[in-house]
């Protein structure tokens, strides 16, 4: 039931984004050996991806991507705004949400390389002209780093909160535990620890019960979200700190073109606000804080994010 009534707001397409080279096997759960769901498999194909497009398709492209871990559920109230003027488009990673979540070993690894190529092929699929790009959170240097290579497609590039100094380089612990030995599986299979905690514990938002079910059923339906939260991780664990040097490096280049912006919600309690003013002016880039919002500001003030970004790709004000 729930589902259904998520779909007829969020209409899921497949797209042929990311080619797969499994081993063969079926994938099997790494505690007890259980074959995994159909969504867990490789197939001869690609992995699906649950996508959501709203506007013309006729108006300029902008894509709008969750960090971690969210869902493109936590942009339900950019969409409406943005799609007056433009074809909005929103997705679930693979592993998130309700797109496909292969079993580590038999596809996809989650690491965060395999994040910036299977980008590409799903861009390249939603979008044949120059596309804006609105990312959130962690997922942020896995954008810029796609971006680097592709600075001639882009428009704009929009930043929510990404980890932009050395001090947001670590994961907090409500994040890190998923990546723990055992111990991480465990609290990956709790809906309650996976999705409401962990978007609840950093910063002002506080769920409606409706929203928590959206959020919570990918986890109480199938042990393969947990199972990829756990993965995800243990990639971000190990990979963040160079990610987020080659962010900085990448951003602070005299060679990069791309017109770049970056939104900040003053009310994060995961990533500090020390710092990010010295890098937005030593950068050059706009610098945009939301005194009211916290991490996940699409989640805090979705509304009035939308009319900014709105601003921003139509160059029509200042802000």
């Not at 994938?27 to 013309?56: H, N």
């Not at 050059?284 to 989640?299: I, T």
Request: with cysteine; hydrophobic share 40%; charged share 20%.
């Amino acid at each position: 039931m729930l589902l259904s009534q998520l779909e007829m707001v969020f209409p899921s397409v497949e797209v042929r984004a990311h080619g797969v080279a499994g081993s063969g096997e079926k994938a099997k759960d790494p505690i007890f050996g259980l074959t995994m769901g159909v969504s867990s498999q490789t197939s001869a194909d690609v992995f699906r991806w649950f996508c959501v497009e709203s506007g013309s398709a006729d108006k300029h492209p902008v894509i709008l991507i969750h960090g971690f871990p969210s869902q493109a559920y936590s942009y339900r109230k950019v969409l409406p705004v943005l799609s007056k003027d433009y074809h909005a488009i929103t997705f679930d990673w693979l592993g998130f949400g309700f797109s496909d979540k292969p079993q580590p070993g038999y596809g996809f690894d989650y690491t965060l390389g395999e994040y910036v190529s299977s980008l590409e092929s799903l861009i390249n699929e939603l979008a044949i002209s120059k596309v804006s790009l609105v990312v959130q959170g962690y997922f942020s240097p896995v954008v810029v780093k796609y971006a680097l290579s592709h600075q001639e497609k882009l428009n704009n590039l929009i930043l929510l909160n990404p980890p932009l100094t050395a001090k947001h380089a670590n994961l907090p612990s409500t994040l890190s535990i998923f990546s723990n030995f055992l111990l991480g599986e465990i609290f990956a299979q709790d809906p309650l620890r996976a999705s409401d905690k962990a978007l609840t514990s950093c910063g002002p938002y506080k769920m409606k019960e409706d929203d928590a079910m959206v959020y919570r059923r990918p986890y109480l339906t199938s042990g393969s979200s947990g199972f990829a939260l756990n993965a995800i991780s243990r990639a971000m664990k190990k990979e963040l700190k160079t990610y987020v040097e080659d962010m900085q490096m990448i951003l602070t280049d005299k060679n990069w073109n791309v017109q770049t912006t970056v939104f900040w919600g003053q009310r994060d309690r995961w990533l500090n606000y020390d710092g990010v003013e010295d890098f937005c002016k030593d950068s050059n880039h706009k610098l945009v804080e939301l005194p009211m919002a916290g991490h996940h500001v699409q989640e805090d003030r979705g509304e009035e994010l939308g009319q900014l970004i709105s601003k921003v790709i139509s160059k029509r004000s200042q802000i």
